[in-house]
Structures are given as structure tokens and as C-alpha cells.
């Protein structure tokens, strides 16, 4: 049963999770990791900064205990020299203490080596520790910068992904129904086609009418007394006729020169 239990928990767990990612907006998420990983880097630098401290003060503490060594040494030394010389004066009593306190000396020499030795050893550790965290800070430093650079490109790919997307959706738009009231471009043109069609169709069918007909012939035979006039004001005006194109020739050339005769005829004066 707990088993179970424990299955169903992991797959809702893993359910909501894909719906979260797929519902979240990335620029959010984008901006969160980099928040993440700038926050890290904060703590490794404080990190650092307690390593770096630690290994100051390591260097403090031996630079004291050396100074405590060779204050040592020289009282060390200068109570061998005291009691030397009460001796030889024959003050034994004097030498006796000398001698005791220069024994204290070198017992206190003695910790005090044990000292600097220890803070030595410190000191090289410490040193080490904080050169590596030194390269974690500059090293850390470089792969933000890199999420840095790297969340501009992402940025703009992402920007560049919802205005494709836009398009894409406009230019479906296009070949698609967008509702009930109104129509696609599809339907337009085919409405439009229709009826320029139907105009075509309709156009033909009154050509070949009767009424057509008489209509080209009553234009004919206007066009025919429009250039009857016209060949009357230019022999008036003493106009050369133009010259008809080769068709024209061959259909009416007897009538076009009769039509001449007669109107030089009628163009030379009568007798009296």
C-alpha cells in the first residue's frame, strides 16, 4: 500500500511538473535561473571571503608567534649569560635563579617553536585554501558571465519565437474560417469569380441576339455615311482622299472610283 502510495505521489508530482513547464512563461524561468545562479556565486564569494580571512589571520598569529620566539630566545639567552656571570662572581645564590629562570625560558622556547612550527603548517593550508577559492570565485565568475551573454541570446531567440508564431497564425488565418459571420479569402474569390463568369456568360449570349444584329448594321451604315461626308468636305476643300489599306482595295476598289468620277464631276463648274 505505501508502495502504491508513493508511485502515485511520483507520477502527480511528475504530472503537475510537465503541466507547470509547459504553462510557464520562459522568460520568467530564464530570469529565476539567472537570479539562481547569481545568488550562488554571492555565497561562493562569501565563501571565499571567510577563506581568505582565515588564512589573514593565520599569517597574523605566526607573524606574532615569531616575534614571541625570538623575545624568548634572546631572555633565554640573556638569563645563561646572567647566571654565567654569578657564577664566576661566586653569587650562588644568584646563578641559582638565574639558572632557574633561564631554564623557564628555554621551556617556554621550546612551546613557543612548537607554536610557530603548528602555525606554519596553518599557514601553507590556509594559503592553499585560499588560492583555490580564489580560482572558484574567478572561474564562477566567467560561467555567469557566459549565463549572462548567453540569456541576451536567449531573449532574443524567444522574441523571435513569438513573432514567428504571430505570423504563422496571421497567414493560417489566411486559408482558414475565422467564424460563421465572416467569410475566408477562399469564399471571396470564389464569389467574386462567379459572378465575373456569369457577366462573361451573359455578355456572350446578347451577341448573338437579333437585336445585336440590327445594331451592328445600323452602326455600319452610319460609319458608311460618316465617311461619305467626310470624302465630300475634302473634295470641297480640295483634299487628297487617304489612301485605303489593301483590303479595303479589294472589296470596294470599282466602287471607291466611281465614288472619284462622280465627285470630280460634280466639282467642275457648268456652262452658263
Known sequence: MFRLLRRVGRYMTALFTGKFNELADP?????QAIMEAQDHHRRLKEQAANVIANQKQTEMRLNR?????????????Q?????????KAGDTKKS??????A????????????????????????????????????QNSSALQKKLTERQKLLSQLDQAKMQEQMNR??????????QDVPSLEEVRDKIERRYAKALGTSELQSETVESRMLEVEQASMDNEAQARLSQIRSQLGIAQPTPEPK?????????????????????????
Open 27 to 31: 522568460k520568467v524561468q530564464l530570469e
Open 96 to 101: 641559582n635563579d638565574y639558572a632557574r629562570a
Open 170 to 179: 496571421a497567414m493560417s488565418s489566411l486559408s482558414e474560417t475565422v467564424g
Open 79 to 87: 638569563a645563561v649569560m646572567m647566571a654565567d656571570e654569578a657564577t
Open 248 to 272: 479595303a482595295q479589294v472589296a470596294g476598289g470599282e466602287a471607291g472610283a466611281e465614288e472619284s468620277s462622280a465627285v470630280k464631276d460634280d466639282s467642275k463648274p457648268k456652262d452658263a
Open 65 to 77: 608567534a615569531m616575534e614571541q620566539l625570538e623575545k624568548v630566545n634572546a631572555s633565554a639567552r
Open 103 to 138: 631554564e623557564a625560558f628555554a621551556n617556554q622556547l621550546i612551546s613557543t617553536e612548537k607554536e610557530v612550527e603548528s602555525l606554519k603548517t596553518l599557514s601553507l593550508q590556509s594559503t592553499e585554501a585560499a588560492d583555490r577559492a580564489k580560482a572558484a570565485v574567478v
